[in-house]
């Protein structure tokens, strides 16, 4: 197998506060492969969100080394589809033009990121709220639009961030095979941070569990459950042993 | 929409007749003279005599307005951008944008008038220091106010600080720009007026003082009268400017703009 | 409508409403053009002759002092003599003198107590003609306050134009007449005779020539003191005045001006009602709401332009000499550093070089 999609070794992270020095992050070691859907879970406020806005450039690593594509050196901005935990859909921009952002940034000229928006919105049933604004779409609507937008930017690399949190469970399910659709479409790679144990075992092929802050990976777990995967998957003994060993390990970080 | 929006301005309208009906009566059982406080029917009387020379002085006060403005909205919009660019800038350029408003303007109008004649410069310059203020304020707090996840979302995409301000900032502060801009508007006239006040060939300015000086003091008051519905009209320009800029902000989940029962108000 | 026509709309609906404004100016200002009337800076092509534009600053709205100019402008006397006269209309916060000292004007109309008080403060105007040759203040009363002689006004209120001058010379006028010269001194932001009618003050400064025919005509009975019946000197009120730099770079331009002005009066002095009817005509419109006062003031003020026998305008030295002293010595004249000034050279406070013939 060729390189890994993401390498990360000996990741730290410390932020000072004046002369309080508050350690986030204690080496974390992390790698997609390419093509895989791997998930980081782990207790609230252990640092989930700071090391994805390392990866994606946002932020610095106080240590350690970070590759993607196997390039350890120049700006990592850029190079993955990063997607916050809010949609952050521009109020003043219709759906379409929502989607467009990333190539305007690109400064793609303007009648061909329109069309690309338009095809993307098209291939994946959106195209009929392409003229909305935000403020006139339900919140499932508004995740997908910006998981549309994220993959028009970048569709090899996806850093999504809690996409689904906010929704009810019915909507939430609906996304969530909607965006295993999206992802054999486009063969992404994808790291995808949840604190839902039964999605993170819906969804991914490896799941990282990390520990309470200061975060260090706690245990990496393998799911081999088959793929395209389905909601009925959740019911197999190996999901529910899997499900049952992954809540104990977290309340166990929780509490620590 | 349209009747409804009318709608919403009845009780303004109903408040303003009833207060120039009780105006109108008390001169009438006052019998005050009316070189001290003329009639509400007097100063249409004046102002539909003397229109010929009224709208002279109106157009010329409204040049220096409209100009005036434009120049106080680049300027306030400039001055915005430049508060933001650093936290330096805007330490050193802050206090003086305060203090520009602490100096008696009218106390300047005289030196602008030794300084730089009875031109149009003199009264654009002083209307635009009249009103650019509350635009610059409220569009750097706009700037300000941008969300950190909207950024951090940009700069992974790689977006330079100007993409950052032209695509994302900018026109997340465009509200607070408007607001500022209704705020602004409605002081140029009175700006302008002020500065012809010192001194001007024409405008409503001169001409108020010079009526006033003749114990004309029914045309002082249609030289306000007009004064006020010229304002009005800008305001109502800026309001409707702001709807088709921002359709999105308007929408009907923005409940906080929008009074019961009255459509769009202006707010 | 997406984001691109919203923005094209948002900054050319402002640009469109610019571009009307002007249009709509330029238009006015081409179908207003007229000479007489204070015109605005565009100035209106004339036939052949080149004409020096020439600005002179009035003290006050326009009324039967100004009578000689605005009637030399009705009759093309001023384009005669080569000149575009411009007159800058009054405006309470810049005096004519600050304007005239500054250059901002050529001339202006100013008064004795003012020439005075611009050369202490170091600011020097220079009066190149008077407009009456005998003052005519005077202090007034209500008739109805009983106040009918100047020492009834110890104690009383006072509604003055702020002038560090004025206490000491009405308190004169009051000791003159026997009284302390003791008096309550208020400074008016509103006209005299209205600050008077309203019972807001109990005496006033005002023009015989004018304030008093106006009170007259309205039926107000006024109790009136002459001041020079009181013990001032005779001063001239109003001047032309000039500044030193234009005196020395223009000589030839003031003495047109001055030629064309002492034909104005002239014929005001000779023909008061057409004189006055030409004010009327000429003065913006609605600056003189009764016509009847113009008639009455200028009949009253036409023969007291200038004396029988003499020229219009012409100065003589004692009125520069007794009143400015009265004023210096009454200390409240103060210097630039706020120090009071007892000692002027008054001859360089006045100058008859450019009027056109000797007095005889």
């Known amino acids: 197998m060729d390189e890994p999609k993401l390498l990360a070794r000996g990741v730290t992270k410390t932020f000072h506060d004046g002369r309080r020095a508050l350690e986030v992050l204690t080496p974390i070691d992390l790698t997609v492969n390419t093509g895989e859907f791997a998930t980081v879970i782990g207790p609230s ?118 996409p689904f949190g906010a929704l009810d469970a019915l909507s939430r399910l609906s996304l969530q095979m909607w965006l295993l659709d999206l992802w054999s479409a486009f063969h992404s790679s994808i790291l995808f941070i949840t604190h839902d144990v039964r999605e993170a075992i819906l969804l991914s092929d490896r799941v990282y569990v990390l520990s309470a802050r200061p975060a260090r990976v706690a245990r990496v777990v393998q799911i081999d459950l088959p793929r395209p995967r389905l909601p009925e998957h959740l019911a197999l003994s190996q999901a529910v042993q899997l499900e049952q060993e992954l809540v104990s390990l977290l309340m166990k970080e929780q509490r620590s | 929409m349209k009747l409804r929006r009318i709608a919403g301005f009845g009780p303004a309208i109903v408040l303003v007749v009833v207060l120039l009906a009780l105006w109108q009566l008390y001169v009438y059982v006052s019998k005050v003279s009316p070189h001290l406080l003329p009639a509400p029917t007097a100063i249409v009387q004046a102002l539909l005599n003397n229109w010929d020379v009224i709208s002279v002085n109106t157009v010329q006060t409204l040049l220096e307005t409209v100009i005036g403005m434009a120049a106080a909205t680049l300027f306030g919009l400039l001055m915005a951008i430049l508060l933001d660019i650093s936290l330096w800038t805007r330490r050193a350029v802050y206090p003086l944008l305060v203090v520009s408003q602490t100096i008696p303007l009218i106390a300047l109008a005289p030196l602008f008038l030794i300084w730089m004649g009875f031109g149009l410069e003199p009264k654009v310059i002083f209307v635009i220091l009249y009103c650019f203020f509350p635009i610059a304020v409220a569009c750097a707090d706009g700037l300000a106010s941008a969300e950190p996840e909207m950024l951090n979302l940009l700069r992974s995409m790689r977006a330079s600080r100007w993409q950052i301000l032209w695509l994302v900032r900018l026109p997340g502060a465009m509200p607070a720009f408007f607001s500022g801009l209704r705020i602004g508007v409605t002081y140029s006239m009175t700006g302008a007026i002020v500065s012809e006040y010192i001194g001007a060939y024409q405008g409503l300015g001169i001409y108020m ?40 902000y308007h929408g009907t989940t923005n409940q906080a703009l929008i009074l019961p029962r009255a459509g769009r108000m202006i707010v | 409508m997406n984001a691109r026509t919203r923005l094209l709309l948002s900054i050319g609906i402002p640009i469109l409403l610019i571009i009307v404004v002007v249009g709509a100016f330029v238009w006015v200002q081409r179908s207003n053009a007229s000479p ?61 003198d600050t304007l005239v000292a500054n250059g901002k004007a050529d001339v202006g109309i100013s ?18 003609a008077a407009i009456i040759q005998h ?22 209120v006072y509604g003055g134009f702020g002038a560090p001058y004025e206490g000491p010379v009405v308190s004169e006028i009051i000791k003159h007449d026997g009284g302390t010269g003791q008096f309550k001194n208020v400074t008016l932001g509103i006209d005299a005779m209205t600050a008077l009618e309203t019972h807001r003050v109990d005496f006033v400064w005002v023009f015989e020539g004018w304030e008093v025919i106006q009170a007259q005509l309205q039926g107000v009975k006024l109790n009136v003191f002459p001041i020079t019946n009181y013990g001032v000197s005779d001063y001239y009120t109003p001047v032309i005045i000039s500044s030193p730099q234009e005196i020395k770079q223009k000589p030839d331009l003031l003495r047109r001006f001055m030629a064309a002005t002492v034909k104005g009066y002239d014929f005001a002095r000779q023909n008061p009602r057409q004189a006055a009817q030409i004010l009327i005509a000429s003065a913006p419109k609605g600056t003189f709401p009764d016509p009847q006062l113009v008639y009455d003031s200028q009949a009253f003020l036409s023969p007291r332009y200038v004396d029988p026998g003499r020229t219009w305008g012409w100065q003589d030295a004692p009125q520069w000499q007794n009143y400015p002293q009265f004023m210096l010595n009454t200390g409240g004249i103060d210097n630039a550093q706020g120090k009071p000034v007892r000692t002027m050279n008054f001859s360089a406070l006045w100058t008859d070089e450019f009027l056109p013939k000797t007095p005889s």
């Open chain 1, 45 to 162: 406020g252990c640092g989930k969100s700071t090391l994805f806005n390392i990866i994606a450039g946002v932020d610095q690593p106080t240590a350690g080394v970070i590759a993607i594509d196997g390039a350890e050196k120049g700006a990592r901005a850029g190079m993955c589809g990063y997607m916050p935990q809010q949609p952050l859909l521009l109020p003043w921009r219709t759906a379409e033009e929502n989607v467009m952002l990333g190539l305007d940034v690109r400064r793609v000229p303007r009648k061909q990121a329109q069309h690309d928006a338009h095809e993307l919105l098209k291939r994946f049933g959106m195209v009929e709220f392409a003229g909305n604004y935000p403020a006139t779409l339900s919140g499932g609507m508004k995740q997908r639009i910006a998981l549309l937008r994220t993959v028009l930017f970048n569709s090899s690399f996806l850093l999504l961030d809690e």
């Open chain 3, 36 to 96: 007489g009337t204070t015109t605005s800076a565009n100035v209106t092509s004339s036939a052949s002759k080149q004409l020096t534009t020439m600005t002179l600053a009035l003290d006050w709205t326009p009324n039967t002092n100004h009578t000689g100019i605005y009637v030399a402008l009705a009759k093309g006397w001023y384009r005669d003599e080569g000149i575009d006269l411009k007159l800058l209309p009054y405006s309470a916060n810049v005096s004519p």
């Open chain 2, 209 to 248: 003082e010079t009526s006033a000086n003749s114990g004309a003091v029914d045309l002082v008051f249609a030289a306000i009268l007009v004064t006020a519905i010229v304002s009005l009209l800008l305001f109502g320009l800026v309001s409707w400017l702001e709807r088709i800029a921002l359709p999105w």
């Open chain 3, 111 to 128: 008064a004795t107590e003012g020439v005075v008080t611009d050369a202490a403060s170091g600011q020097p105007v220079v009066s190149i």
């Open chain 3, 135 to 156: 003052n005519t203040s005077a202090l007034v009363t209500l008739a109805s306050s009983g106040l009918s002689r100047p020492r009834d006004l110890d104690g009383k």
